[in-house]
Nanobody
């Protein structure tokens, strides 16, 4: 079964840090690009960060550059999002995303999301 499962969210004070994890299963993880998105109440889902299949290339939304770091461990089928200097506006549900090839099709796969709340 193709699946993404996030963990690591929670409540943190402004200026704090969190590390999100996403466990992938059911597809060849090392073949696919991985991304983190977030969605705040009343707002569109936005791309936060992406990483190439080999981890050699990353990209970030302007709003998180210099504060967030995406990484992956292909041996463990895991992708991570290290979030530092968190701000209240970072509060959102964070979702892991990929589009692996399954058979002859490329299918979009989303995790269930993990809540991040930044508040004092």
């Amino acid at each position: 079964q193709v699946q993404l499962v996030e963990s690591g969210g929670g409540l943190v004070q402004p200026g704090g840090s969190l590390r999100l994890s996403c466990a992938a299963s059911g597809f060849t993880f090392s073949d696919v690009r991985m991304s983190w998105y977030r969605q705040a109440p009343g707002k569109d889902r936005e791309l936060v960060a992406g990483i190439s299949s080999d981890g050699g290339s990353t990209n970030y939304a302007d709003s998180v550059k210099g504060r967030y770091t995406i990484s992956r461990d292909n041996a463990k089928n895991m992708v991570y999002l290290q979030m530092n200097s968190l701000k209240p506006e970072d509060t959102a549900v964070y979702l892991c995303y990929s589009r692996p090839r399954v058979g002859t099709w490329f299918i979009p796969v989303w995790g269930q999301g993990t809540q991040v709340t930044v508040s004092s």
